[in-house]
Nanobody
Framework: QVQLVESGGGLVQAGGSLRLSCAASGSIFSINAMGWYRQAPGKQRELVATITSGGSTNYADSVKGRFTISRDNAKNTVYLQMNSLKPEDTAVYYC??????????????WGQGTQVTVSS
């Protein structure tokens, strides 16, 4: 089975930085588009950033200029570098990815989430 595991969350002061990682493991033929989502208490899960297999990126307006998504295909890992963090960035951050276990398959997977808390 394919698993996505996030790491790097924690408590950080406003204005600080944090880098999240999401490593995919299991029976993987290839990984296509990947993304980061977040969900704050009482709010719906929202898209933070995406990156295609070719490296094209998109960001939510709320994080543009502060967050950077990247990937290391050799490590089956996607990263989210978060700078200039604000209290409103506090949320559980989830990794998402489209994964081929074989050439003829494509499935979407979610990580378990990692908590990011930004204090004033």
């Amino acid at each position: 089975q394919v698993q996505l595991v996030e790491s790097g969350g924690g408590l950080v002061q406003a204005g600080g930085s944090l880098r999240l990682s999401c490593a995919a493991s299991g029976s993987i033929f290839s990984i296509n588009a990947m993304g980061w989502y977040r969900q704050a208490p009482g709010k719906q899960r929202e898209l933070v950033a995406t990156i295609t297999s070719g490296g094209s990126t998109n960001y939510a307006d709320s994080v543009k200029g502060r967050f950077t998504i990247s990937r290391d295909n050799a490590k089956n890992t996607v990263y989210l570098q978060m700078n200039s963090l604000k209290p409103e960035d506090t949320a559980v951050y989830y990794c998402n990815g489209w994964v081929r276990k074989t050439l003829g398959t494509m499935n979407n997977y979610w990580g378990q989430g990692t908590q990011v808390t930004v204090s004033s």
